[in-house]
C-alpha cells in the first residue's frame, strides 16, 4: 500500500513565523501536491510537482512556496504566516506511468495548522 | 476552467438501504478521469472508485456503483447496503487527461443512521 506521511497531525504557530509543512511518500511517485482544505469550500489546489526541484502554482499559491529537493520529499512553506493560513492542509502523490492514465492521488493524513 | 459541483452538502441513509450521491461537472473536453474520494473523521482520502470517460460502462467496486452520464456531465455515486462505516464526507474529483491536477467539488457529509 502506498503511505503518504505528513509530519504533523496538528500544529500551532504564531502570526508571521515561517512555517514548514513536511510530506513524504514511499512509492517512488513522480508527482506530489499540497492542498488546502476549508469547510463548505472542498479541496484546493496550492502548488505541485511532477518532479525533483520542478513545482507548479495550484489555484491558490499566495502566501505559499514548496521544496522539492528529494523525489519522496515535498515540503509547504508559509513564509509569514498568517490568521486566514488556520487550515487542513492535505498532501498527496501519484504515480506517472508515461501517459496520463486513471491513476489516483494517494492522501496523507492532513495536519490541521492554527496560526495565532 | 473546469468545475465540479456537488449539489448535496448532506444526505443521511438508514443503514441497509441505498443512497445516491450527486456530481455534476462543466468541461469542454473529451478526454477525462471521474473519481469519487471518501474522507471518514479519521481524515485519511480514501479513493472510493474511478471512471474513464472513455469508458460507456459504469464503474462498480462491490457495493459501490456509479452512473456516468457523460452527454449530461453528471457523475452520481451509488451506494447500496448502507454500513455505518460509511459515514464520511464524500467528493467527486474531475481530471484533465492532459494534466495530473484534480478538480474537486465541495463535498456532501453523508450520515449513516443504525
Known amino acids: 500500500d502506498v503511505k503518504v506521511t505528513q509530519s504533523s497531525r496538528y500544529l500551532v504557530k504564531r502570526t508571521g513565523e515561517k512555517v514548514f509543512l513536511e510530506c513524504v511518500q514511499d512509492?517512488?511517485?513522480?508527482?506530489m501536491f499540497w492542498y488546502r482544505q476549508d469547510p463548505g469550500l472542498g479541496l484546493r489546489l496550492i502548488y505541485f510537482?511532477?518532479?525533483?526541484?520542478?513545482?507548479e502554482k495550484g489555484d491558490i499559491p499566495e502566501g505559499y512556496s514548496v521544496s522539492r529537493e528529494k523525489k519522496e520529499r515535498f515540503s509547504l512553506i508559509l513564509e509569514s504566516a498568517s490568521t486566514n493560513q488556520t487550515s487542513m492542509y492535505l498532501c498527496?502523490?501519484?504515480?506517472?506511468?508515461?501517459?496520463?492514465?486513471?491513476?489516483?492521488?494517494?492522501f496523507g493524513d492532513g495536519t490541521r495548522l492554527s496560526i495565532l | 476552467a473546469q468545475t465540479v459541483t456537488q449539489s448535496q452538502p448532506e444526505m443521511s441513509v438508514q443503514e441497509a438501504e441505498t443512497v445516491t450521491l450527486s456530481c455534476t461537472y462543466d468541461?469542454?473536453?473529451?478526454?477525462?478521469?471521474l473519481f469519487w474520494y471518501k474522507q471518514p473523521p479519521s481524515r485519511q482520502m480514501i479513493l472510493v472508485i474511478r471512471?474513464?470517460?472513455?469508458?460507456?460502462q459504469n464503474a462498480t467496486e462491490n457495493r459501490f456503483s456509479v452512473n456516468f452520464q457523460k452527454a449530461a456531465k453528471s457523475f452520481s455515486l451509488k451506494i447500496s447496503d448502507s454500513q455505518l462505516g460509511d459515514a464520511a464526507m464524500y467528493f467527486c474529483?474531475?481530471?484533465?487527461?492532459?494534466?495530473?491536477?484534480?478538480?474537486f467539488g465541495k463535498g456532501t457529509k453523508l450520515t449513516v443512521n443504525p
Open positions: 498527496a502523490s501519484s504515480f506517472s506511468p508515461g501517459s496520463l492514465s486513471n491513476q489516483p492521488q494517494h
Open positions: 512509492m517512488d511517485h513522480e508527482n
Open positions: 510537482s511532477y518532479d525533483v526541484k520542478m513545482k
Open positions: 468541461t469542454s473536453e473529451s478526454d477525462y478521469y
Open positions: 471512471q474513464e470517460a472513455y469508458k460507456q
Open positions: 474529483a474531475y481530471r484533465s487527461a492532459l494534466t495530473e491536477k484534480l478538480v
